[in-house]
């Protein structure tokens, strides 16, 4: 009999929080400490794609990142890829002749070739895309039949944020309440065309990896941070709230305001933790005040901006003129030949490198 391969392939955008998870509860389950909100990319930008493939000729599991074989040997991968097996079903490709039955699904093993279009760990958020776009594609390829949000929490045992990246538009993580995790979640608020006049740009001040890992950051400030103890508790609930009022209602000075804080007080949270984490080195720092004495010259907000674990600027504009704007004073403070300035900008399809 002729071996046969079947092939699926998936895309996934990475997302941007806009209001920070940081700290997990429980470790092994990526269960976070409090909600977080974010918003997926275009799909033409800064996204993975996957091409899952299995057939009987494969003798184990194995994956390649950007053209490079990776171990698939540890937890997270394994929890995915044991989850997504437990939800397989029966395939039938009446074209290819493939039959497929879900008891089959256990001996069976896949191949996974992923590739991203940006710098991988460099703060944005590659792991999100990566995860998510692993889990949606093998679930494409065993015919799982969970929704999106039950695939989010499959997907969230890979990396926490790329529970957020199953849906377009803003989406949000419930934290959930379960000790197994099984109401920890993703779900969409609203999709991509509701706010579509946003302009997201990213200043990529550096794409050199990051030195403390999120998984080790989080552990150091949920041991050690009581500033992350009261964010939990009494700030997030509250401002998850304002921030899906403000984005149901397209209220831009809002949706501003509470994104800058947010990210501003994730930064705090890793200086207040022992050891201190530093993402943002002096560059991030100008182009927030930059951004600030912009916003507080103009009538109501034009930018928000918010960080992640790493030194590169989210710059979320209010729409195209604003984004036009932002684009000119960056060019001329942050011109891509000085030295120890950004490298360069992504903005829609647009790049401009050094
Ligand atoms: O999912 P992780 O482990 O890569 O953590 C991501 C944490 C932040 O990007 C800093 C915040 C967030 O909510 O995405």
Same mark, same amino acid.
């Given at each position: 009999?002729?071996?046969?391969?079947?092939?699926?392939?998936? /895309?996934?955008?990475?997302?941007?929080?806009?209001?920070?998870?940081?700290?997990?509860?429980?470790?092994?389950?990526?269960?976070?400490?409090?909600?977080?909100?974010?918003?997926?990319?275009?799909?033409?930008?800064?996204?993975?794609?996957?091409?899952?493939?299995?057939? +009987?000729?494969?003798? !184990?599991?194995?994956?390649?990142?950007?053209?490079?074989?990776?171990?698939?040997?540890?937890?997270?991968?394994?929890?995915?890829?044991?989850?997504?097996?437990? /939800?397989?079903?029966?395939?039938?490709?009446?074209?290819?002749?493939?039959?497929?039955?879900?008891?089959?699904?256990?001996?069976?093993?896949?191949?996974?070739?992923?590739?991203?279009?940006?710098?991988?760990? *460099?703060?944005?958020?590659?792991?999100?895309?990566?995860?998510?776009?692993?889990?949606?594609?093998?679930?494409?390829?065993?015919?799982?039949?969970?929704?999106?949000?039950?695939?989010? *929490?499959?997907?969230? !045992?890979?990396?926490?944020?790329?529970?957020?990246?199953?849906?377009?538009?803003?989406?949000?993580?419930?934290?959930?309440?379960?000790?197994?995790?099984?109401?920890?979640?993703?779900?969409?608020?609203?999709?991509?065309?509701?706010?579509?006049?946003?302009?997201?740009?990213?200043?990529?001040?550096?794409?050199?990896?990051?030195?403390?890992?999120?998984?080790?950051?989080?552990?150091?400030?949920?041991?050690?941070?009581?500033?992350? !103890?009261?964010?939990?508790?009494?700030?997030?609930?509250?401002?998850?709230?304002?921030?899906?009022?403000?984005?149901?209602?397209?209220?831009?000075?809002?949706?501003?305001?509470?994104?800058? *804080?947010?990210?501003? /007080?994730?930064?705090?949270?890793?200086?207040?933790?022992? +050891?201190?984490?530093?993402?943002?080195?002096?560059?991030?720092?100008?182009?927030?005040?930059?951004?600030?004495?912009?916003?507080?010259?103009?009538?109501? +907000?034009?930018?928000?901006?918010?960080?992640?674990?790493?030194?590169?600027?989210?710059?979320?504009?209010?729409?195209?003129?604003?984004?036009?704007?932002?684009? /000119?004073?960056?060019?001329?403070?942050?011109?891509?030949?000085?030295?120890?300035?950004?490298?360069?900008?992504?903005?829609?399809?647009?790049?401009?490198?050094?």
């Amino acid at each position: 009999e002729k071996p046969w391969v079947r092939m699926v392939t998936a /895309q996934t955008p990475t997302n941007i929080a806009v209001i920070k998870y940081w700290g997990k509860r429980d470790e092994t389950l990526i269960l976070p400490v409090n909600d977080s909100i974010s918003v997926t990319l275009d799909p033409a930008h800064l996204c993975t794609t996957t091409t899952v493939a299995v057939s +009987p000729s494969f003798d !184990q599991d194995r994956m390649w990142l950007n053209g490079k074989e990776i171990s698939l040997s540890g937890g997270r991968y394994q929890n995915c890829l044991r989850e997504i097996r437990a /939800q397989a079903c029966d395939v039938e490709d009446e074209e290819k002749g493939i039959k497929i039955a879900k008891k089959d699904w256990e001996k069976l093993h896949v191949h996974v070739a992923s590739y991203n279009n940006f710098p991988t760990a *460099a703060g944005l958020a590659s792991s999100a895309a990566g995860f998510a776009c692993l889990v949606f594609a093998l679930a494409k390829l065993m015919n799982a039949k969970e929704d999106n949000s039950e695939l989010s *929490a499959i997907a969230r !045992q890979g990396s926490g944020s790329a529970c957020r990246s199953l849906f377009g538009g803003f989406v949000k993580w419930i934290m959930g309440k379960a000790e197994d995790g099984s109401d920890s979640l993703a779900v969409q608020l609203v999709d991509e065309k509701h706010w579509d006049e946003l302009v997201i740009i990213i200043a990529v001040v550096s794409s050199r990896q990051k030195e403390t890992s999120s998984t080790t950051g989080m552990r150091d400030s949920v041991e050690t941070s009581l500033l992350l !103890q009261h964010r939990a508790k009494e700030v997030v609930p509250k401002r998850v709230k304002q921030m899906e009022e403000a984005i149901k209602n397209r209220d831009f000075g809002s949706f501003a305001q509470l994104t800058c *804080a947010d990210s501003n /007080q994730f930064h705090a949270v890793c200086l207040d933790t022992c +050891p201190p984490i530093f993402y943002m080195n002096d560059t991030s720092h100008r182009i927030i005040s930059c951004v600030e004495k912009w916003n507080r010259s103009e009538e109501t +907000p034009q930018v928000a901006y918010t960080f992640d674990a790493g030194p590169n600027a989210v710059l979320i504009a209010h729409n195209r003129k604003a984004a036009t704007q932002l684009l /000119q004073k960056l060019l001329f403070y942050f011109p891509p030949s000085s030295d120890a300035d950004l490298n360069s900008y992504v903005i829609g399809d647009k790049s401009i490198l050094k």
